[in-house]
């Protein structure tokens, strides 16, 4: 019986005490590292249901799909990481929000897990890339938005890293690159939905609402946790878990029932494996092979006279009368 009870205790959650949190005075704990694991588990299991799902589809068809498999993968493996207490490093905490026992002596470690920026900078992106689909945005404008996001996740990431109060400079780098990619979204992909009709342009509003609620929220996120020390380290994991799972799990399932709803070739985006068919059975006319230059005429041989042709009468020699 002992055996067995020593089997279930093994099963159990043992990511802290294998990768100890050593230097820190505010890290992650065992509950903490469980709501990760849940996370993890929520992202995983719907990019395998998106993945079967893909596959059920014509080839032709999976276009909006990847757009949604790529972010839950990568958010997987960075849910992964954290939750194993994996992919962070110890930073001295600038306000003393949260106390140790030595606050008055030295100002407390924090755990900073620069593993989940690493899934951001891999899957943020691809919201905006769903926004800029809706308005078929020229690739070089949404190239611009897609660096600008990736701006705003470095910005971050050296904002928690930096000790001193220059991490709001950086935070403020941040900020700014999300408010430019938000502008750039509400005029320019926009107006492109206008254009493209009623339908698209509701699906558009409700889309973008929803991805700039939660895209907002992150700098508040920031701030009550590895910028001013306020929440400690689960409290933080619980905040941002929430978060991924609205911005970077939900919105981009919900963009799949809304973008069929208008419907692919909607929105200018037409990959039937039968247009490309009946183009390839319309094969480009084979160049006409150069004219042999013609022969020299031979001289013509003169006219045989007609069979049957009355021949020259004779003059009659006069003959005498006898």
Same mark, same amino acid.
């Given at each position: ?19 100890? %949190? ?86 407390? #470690? ?27 945005? @020229? ?6 938005? #897609? ?79 590895? /910028? ?23 919105? @981009? ?9 208008? /419907?692919?070739?909607?929105? /200018? ?10 183009? /390839?059975?319309?094969? %480009?006319?084979?160049?006409?092979? @150069?004219?042999?230059?013609?022969? %020299?005429?031979? %001289? ?11 021949? @020259? ?10």
């Amino acid at each position: 019986m002992s055996e067995t009870v020593q089997f279930f205790k093994r099963g159990g959650n043992e990511a802290i005490k294998i990768n100890k %949190p050593t230097g820190t005075d505010f890290h992650l704990t065992a509950r903490g590292s469980d709501w990760l694991w849940t996370v993890f588990c929520v992202n995983l299991f719907a990019a395998i249901v998106l993945i079967f799902l893909m596959f059920k589809k014509p080839v032709d068809d999976r276009f909006l799909y990847y757009t949604v498999i790529a972010p839950l993968l990568f958010m997987t493996i960075a849910y992964f990481t954290m939750a194993s207490n994996l992919g962070w490093t110890p930073v001295k905490a600038k306000y003393n929000h949260n106390r140790v026992s030595t606050q008055t002596t030295h100002l407390g #470690i924090r755990q900073i897990f620069y593993s989940r920026y690493c899934g951001w900078f891999l899957a943020m992106p691809f919201p905006i890339i769903q926004a800029s689909i809706l308005g078929k945005t @020229p690739l070089w404008q949404m190239f611009f938005n #897609i660096v600008l996001t990736e701006f705003f996740v470095v910005c971050m990431l050296l904002a928690a890293l930096v000790h001193t109060t220059y991490k709001w400079g950086y935070f403020s780098f941040a900020v700014f690159c999300s408010w430019v990619v938000m502008t750039s979204i509400l005029t320019t992909t926009k107006n492109l939905c206008v254009r493209a009709g009623n339908d698209v342009y509701t699906v558009f509003k409700i889309y973008v609402s929803l991805i700039f609620f939660f895209w907002l929220i992150y700098p508040i996120s920031f701030g009550l946790s590895e /910028g001013g020390n306020v929440l400690v380290v689960d409290s933080e994991m619980i905040f941002y878990g929430i978060l991924d799972i609205c911005f970077l799990c939900f919105c @981009p399932l919900a963009f799949l029932p809304l973008a069929n709803y208008v /419907g692919v070739e909607k929105l /200018g985006y037409n990959f039937h494996h039968e247009d490309h068919e009946s183009a /390839g059975a319309k094969s %480009p006319a084979s160049p006409k092979s @150069p004219k042999s230059p013609k022969s %020299p005429k031979s %001289p013509k041989t003169p006219k045989s006279p007609k069979s049957g042709a009355a021949s @020259p009468k004779l003059k009659k020699s006069k003959k005498s009368k006898k």
